[in-house]
């Protein structure tokens, strides 16, 4: 078996009884020929030694140099570089090949520095929402207050010009049959003995419950609700006054009127996510395929790739994970990707945000990567923003968030109104409540910050996401909802939660109309 990632070179050196250190793996995964390393560094390994090391490693990789090359000659770096994989992905960009075959098999031409006819001065970019760098949440009980005062505010803003609102405290003093309006966060939801629905609404200065009778056409709102979004309710007090019966009910919403912004020009942005890089099932034959049809007249228009988060794989994301990675120490996955993201030409302008398997921080908001994977992550200049972030592409803004959010939606709503198989629906459900993880301490870990980073102020022109490993997409309100599979296959874990990915699609945008198409390249 080749011994091309430092995880088969561990496995190939336990089987016969060796250890080794960390480095001594990493160097000889970086040579030429790592198999016929292995043998020479085991073969001159002292016989009462079990464990190789970087400085055995060293020694062996000079002296196989020296006897290749002579001692009066050097590599040729035109050639080839020592220490440089064999294989000829990822290739590094030169700017002067020629655009090849999408054919499977073929490899991408060596340029990174971009020989598409592209006039990068017409480009315009803005990011907006990113809190990388601006993190001041501590944990503190007096964080989460904050926080959840400013999403209320902000959705309330969104709801007040609907119905006539007034504080919980105020329609405690109100007579009995009085018609009443509340914008309130939900703090409970409950089914009562006959079936209808208590709904408790909290705003700043108190809560009420709200009842919705089952026989109500809004009842079945109900069973879209999530805990901690926002939302109003116009009823009747009963007749103590203690209680409202809910007539109407409204979501914050994306207006129906809402007019997407779009490009001047025909230009094209690749929205992708789920790479995946460093897991046995990353689909490298399929990436190679797309970063070779990136390079030919027909994708000369796609000027934007937009990733929504995994990069990598990651390391202790799941159960078993070890048993499943191609490259086991994360910083070489993030080298690795980087390698991979070579391949994408040189013109093309990169945005990226973080996922769940991505070294950051799992609690939303996520910031963007630190200094030392950013060092790693040069590839083209490719720039992490927070997750989520409001990426703004030639006037068409869009919301980039990964999506873990998407897992707790399907879980607790109807199938009709969220599944795996149409995730694209599950966002619609998102961009109603206008916030991208409403409900509080279930699956999605939230990180209490100044502000509610999570709130969707803004109606995007396009929502990207993620992390379900699924396609699927359509429009809201005329807001493009789109999440973008994958590039993984199906791994063992994914197998035993069901999981059948949507894997190896490139969505690619029109940003002057904003039509999709999807392209296979698996």
């Given at each position: ?42 073969e001159t ?38 220490g ?19 054919e ?9 520095g ?31 207050v ?20 007034r504080?919980?405290?105020?329609i ?6 009085s ?29 009420f ?9 809004i ?116 080298r ?57 592409v030639?006037?068409?803004?869009v ?52 502000r ?47 999981i ?23």
């Amino acid at each position: 078996m080749p011994l091309e990632t430092p995880a088969r070179i561990v496995s190939e050196l336990a089987s016969r009884g060796y250890n080794a250190e960390r480095e001594a793996v990493t160097r000889i995964a970086d040579t030429r020929d790592p198999s016929a390393t292995l043998e020479r560094a085991l073969e001159t390994l002292p016989d009462e030694a079990l464990k190789l090391t970087t400085d055995h490693v060293e020694s062996v990789i000079e002296a196989t140099e020296s006897t290749e090359y002579g001692p009066d000659t050097e590599p040729n770096p035109e050639t080839e570089t020592a220490g440089a994989p064999t294989q000829p992905h990822p290739s590094v960009s030169t700017g002067t090949g020629e655009p090849t075959s999408t054919e499977p098999g073929t490899t991408a031409p060596p340029e990174t520095g971009g020989s598409r006819d592209v006039d990068t001065s017409l480009r315009a970019i803005e990011v907006a929402n990113d809190m990388t760098g601006q993190s001041t949440g501590t944990g503190e009980y007096s964080d989460f207050v904050a926080v959840f005062r400013d999403r209320y505010e902000k959705l309330a803003s969104k709801l007040r010009g609907r119905v006539n609102h007034r504080p919980t405290d105020a329609i405690e003093n109100m007579g009995g049959g009085s018609d009443a309006a509340l914008i309130g966060m939900v703090s409970d939801i409950r089914s009562t003995a006959s079936g209808h629905w208590l709904v408790e609404l909290e705003d700043t200065n108190g809560t009420f419950p709200c009842l919705v009778m089952k026989d109500r056409p809004i009842a079945d709102l109900v069973q879209q609700l999530l805990m901690d979004e926002v939302i109003a309710v116009e009823g009747t007090l009963a007749d103590d006054a203690g209680i409202l019966f809910v007539d109407s009910l409204y979501f914050p919403d994306v207006p129906r009127t809402h007019s997407p912004s779009t490009a001047d020009r025909h230009v094209q942005a690749a929205l992708i996510s789920d790479v995946h890089v460093g897991s046995q099932e990353f689909m490298e034959d399929a990436w190679h395929r797309f970063t070779d049809w990136l390079h030919t007249a027909e994708a000369e228009n796609v000027e934007y790739l937009l990733i929504a988060g995994d990069m990598v794989e990651g390391v202790g994301i799941y159960p078993e994970q070890d048993e499943e990675l191609d490259i086991i120490d994360i910083y070489d996955q993030y080298r690795a990707f980087s390698e991979y993201l070579k391949e994408v030409p040189g013109d093309m302008e990169i945005r990226m945000i973080p996922g769940n398997h991505d070294a950051v921080r799992l609690a939303e908001p996520q910031p963007g990567f630190d200094e030392e994977l950013r060092d790693i992550m040069t590839a083209h200049d490719a720039q992490v923003h927070s997750n989520p972030s409001l990426v703004t592409v030639e006037g068409v803004t869009v919301l980039m968030y990964h999506g873990v959010s998407l897992d707790e939606v399907i879980a607790e709503l109807p199938d009709e109104e969220a599944s795996y198989e149409e995730p694209h629906k599950a966002m619609y459900q998102l961009l109603k409540k206008r916030h991208v993880a409403p409900q509080y301490g279930g699956h999605t870990r939230l990180a209490p910050e100044d502000r509610d980073y999570l709130v969707m102020e803004e109606v995007p022109d396009v929502f990207h996401t993620g992390h379900v490993h699924k396609l699927g997409w359509g429009e809201y309100h005329n807001v493009v909802a789109l999440n973008s599979g994958c590039w993984q296959a199906q791994t063992a874990f994914q197998k035993s939660v069901n999981i059948d990915p949507d894997a190896g699609f490139a969505p690619i945008l029109d940003l002057d109309t904003l039509d999709m198409t999807v392209r296979k390249f698996s």
